[in-house]
């Protein structure tokens, strides 16, 4: 039974750590359908991607490909947000990184309990044509 004030909706990317960015995306536009999107932060080392259904899917260049702990995480929507980051707070969970993208997406990032980022976040404001 999930606890009340988390009513997760959907997930809304997962992340991979990739050498070359070119590369991945022949793979995952080319091979699998998925879209570039314009990125929604201010790193230049994050490629965003999407699919039809809206979920994204962020390719991080990096030389430690194929994974980075630091940079692996899992990102949710919430139903409602505040009441998503009471219920966190009330049950003791630590906000870690908090913000608004560039498409009004706002987010929290916090830890599970063996150490693997989480991320809750509001639907994305940004829409594909």
Known sequence: MPTPGIELTGV??????????QRSMDFYCGL???KQ????????????LQLPSGVMLHLIET???PVRPENVHHAFEVQDFDAAW?????NGVPVERDGIRHD?????FFRDPDGTRVEICTPSGFKST
């Open 63 to 65: 030389d430690e490909a």
């Open 32 to 34: 699998l359908g998925f």
């Open 86 to 90: 009471k219920t966190l707070e009330a």
């Open 12 to 21: 809304n990317h997962v992340v991979t750590m990739v050498k070359e960015t």
């Open 104 to 108: 009004g997406q706002r987010y929290i």
């Open 37 to 48: 999107i314009p990125s929604m932060v201010d790193n230049e080392n994050i490629t965003w």
